[in-house]
């Protein structure tokens, strides 16, 4: 059995901009395809350090277990996994979170329960699973996660070094500022940094992908009843594309994003001229928030391009 957690589609870490600036590519400094990085077996996560193993995903595959101090199962779950990652030897990095103390990172990764895993490999999360795993599923799991990692040319291995820490990323400095913005909850400067990092380099995707979920996030604040902007937009028409634009935006930030494309794809399909254009481009934003990688951005590019053509 798992425990629920309380949840709030406002007030999360959020995950997708950390994810979206090391998935896909290797931390800099350090080969994906191998070498020895810094840093423990086993480390406690919290909102502080997430950045750091999110940047150690690029090298070596992470598999994050969310506990709680007052499910005693759960804490049978982290010594087992504890064990899994010791016999590993530095193949994979177990972090453990503590879901009472830091709800806002088990929200962040979509925990509904705990205990619950999660892999996480060049920054993208992997659900494991959720409740108690049956005797004997841990160590072929944690087989599965490092043949994957291995597939994908993550073959870096940890050293042990309990002081150690993934090396730091040279970033553009306006994307740093933006970043250390987005730390500090300052969304305006975070936005300003992430256009001038674009102004000086066109072709900087990462902080394209970055300005795109910044402004994501500064229309969702604008919204101040998701729920009401969602019946609305569940009574309008397709042609109501302002309407079907919000809910959209509420879904894609609340983790869904297959329902945030079906809807914006319906639109498309019953527009035409500067509306669809309007929606196709705010459609192609969100493909950019979720990743490339998405099972769900894939099935909907061509749905997409079924739409268009």
Same mark, same amino acid.
């Given at each position: 059995?798992?425990?629920?957690?309380?949840?709030?589609?406002?007030? #999360?870490?959020?995950?997708?901009?950390?994810?979206?600036?090391?998935?896909?590519?290797?931390? @800099?400094?350090?080969?994906?395809? +191998?070498?020895?990085?810094?840093? @423990?077996?086993?480390?406690?996560?919290?909102?502080?350090?997430?950045?750091?193993?999110?940047?150690?995903?690029?090298?070596?595959?992470?598999?994050?277990?969310?506990?709680?101090?007052?499910?005693?199962?759960?804490?049978?779950?982290?010594?087992?996994?504890?064990?899994?990652?010791?016999?590993?030897?530095?193949?994979?990095?177990?972090?453990?979170?503590?879901?009472?103390?830091? @709800?806002?990172?088990?929200?962040? /990764?979509?925990?509904?329960?705990?205990?619950?895993?999660?892999?996480? *490999?060049?920054?993208?999360? =992997? @659900?494991?699973?959720?409740? =108690?795993?049956?005797?004997?599923?841990?160590?072929?799991?944690?087989?599965?996660? *490092?043949?994957?990692?291995?597939?994908?040319?993550?073959?870096?291995?940890?050293?042990?070094?309990?002081?150690?820490?993934?090396?730091?990323?040279?970033?553009?400095?306006?994307?740093?500022?933006?970043?250390?913005?987005?730390? #500090?909850?300052?969304?305006?400067?975070?936005?300003?940094? /992430?256009?001038?990092?674009?102004?000086?380099?066109?072709?900087?995707?990462?902080?394209?992908?970055?300005?795109?979920?910044?402004?994501?996030?500064? %229309?969702?604040?604008?919204?101040?009843?998701?729920?009401?902007?969602?019946?609305?937009?569940?009574?309008?028409?397709?042609?109501? =594309?302002?309407?079907?634009?919000?809910?959209?935006?509420?879904?894609?930030?609340?983790?869904?994003?297959?329902?945030?494309?079906? %809807?914006?794809?319906?639109?498309?399909?019953?527009? +035409?001229?500067?509306?669809?254009?309007?929606?196709?481009?705010?459609?192609?934003?969100?493909?950019? =928030?979720?990743?490339?990688?998405?099972?769900?951005?894939?099935?909907?590019? %061509?749905?997409?391009?079924?739409?268009?053509?």
């Amino acid at each position: 059995m798992s425990q629920p957690l309380a949840s709030s589609m406002y007030g #999360a870490v959020d995950l997708s901009g950390l994810a979206g600036s090391v998935g896909g590519a290797s931390a @800099p400094g350090v080969s994906a395809a +191998s070498g020895a990085i810094p840093g @423990p077996f086993v480390l406690d996560v919290t909102p502080d350090n997430l950045r750091s193993v999110l940047e150690t995903s690029a090298s070596v595959p992470v598999i994050l277990v969310f506990f709680a101090e007052s499910v005693e199962q759960s804490l049978s779950l982290v010594n087992q996994l504890e064990g899994l990652a010791n016999e590993a030897q530095g193949h994979f990095q177990l972090g453990e979170v503590d879901a009472v103390a830091y @709800p806002e990172v088990a929200q962040a /990764f979509g925990v509904g329960g705990i205990p619950a895993a999660v892999a996480v *490999m060049q920054g993208q999360p =992997i @659900p494991l699973f959720q409740g =108690i795993p049956q005797e004997g599923e841990l160590a072929p799991l944690c087989n599965r996660v *490092m043949e994957a990692a291995q597939q994908n040319g993550l073959s870096g291995v940890l050293d042990g070094d309990e002081g150690g820490e993934p090396p730091a990323s040279p970033r553009p400095p306006h994307q740093a500022a933006g970043l250390d913005a987005l730390d #500090a909850g300052d969304i305006e400067t975070a936005h300003a940094e /992430f256009v001038q990092a674009i102004k000086d380099n066109p072709g900087d995707t990462e902080s394209k992908v970055l300005l795109a979920q910044v402004e994501l996030l500064q %229309r969702v604040q604008e919204i101040d009843d998701p729920i009401a902007v969602l019946q609305e937009a569940s009574e309008a028409n397709l042609g109501d =594309i302002e309407a079907h634009l919000a809910a959209a935006d509420i879904e894609c930030y609340s983790r869904r994003p297959e329902a945030a494309f079906a %809807r914006l794809l319906d639109v498309i399909r019953v527009t +035409s001229g500067k509306e669809r254009d309007i929606v196709r481009e705010r459609l192609l934003e969100l493909f950019e =928030i979720v990743g490339k990688d998405s099972p769900a951005v894939s099935q909907a590019r %061509r749905e997409l391009a079924s739409a268009l053509f």
